[in-house]
């Protein structure tokens, strides 16, 4: 299992780091992703790394956002850049099968925790 933290309130053009750390001893082994859901809006994957260190992120992320992994930490971490208030979601991470394209990459299975909340004001 896999859980997001390090979520907050920040103002537009700020940055925010996002943990999402994992129990076990298999982290290494998987490809990680972060997926966002605003209000009113489906659940989207923003970036993930593969077990490789593979990166692959959403057009619109791309060149803001960092996917990182610490195998040593068991814990994947996502940089965010340049925030923008469209950006203003909650955030969660989940073991995904890795794709080289970005959007047939999908998670492994439905569990998704609480999430981490982050808020972007204009």
């Known amino acids: 299992q896999l859980q997001a933290s390090g979520g907050g309130l920040v103002q537009a053009g700020g940055s925010l780091r996002l943990s999402c750390a994992a129990s076990g001893s298999t982290f290494n082994s998987y490809s990680v992703g972060w997926f966002r859901q605003a209000p009113g809006k489906q659940r989207e994957l923003v970036a993930s790394?593969?077990?490789?260190?593979?990166?692959n992120y959403a057009d619109s992320v791309k060149g803001l956002f960092t996917i990182s992994r610490d195998n040593a930490k068991n814990t994947a971490y996502l940089q965010m850049n340049s925030l923008k208030p469209e950006d203003t979601a909650v955030y969660y991470c989940?073991?995904?099968?890795?794709?080289?394209?970005?959007?047939?990459?999908?998670?492994?299975?439905?569990?998704w925790g609480q999430g981490t909340e982050v808020t972007v004001s204009s």
């Open positions: 989940n073991y995904v099968w890795f794709r080289a394209s970005h959007d047939f990459t999908r998670p492994t299975n439905d569990y």
């Open positions: 790394i593969s077990s490789g260190r593979g990166t």
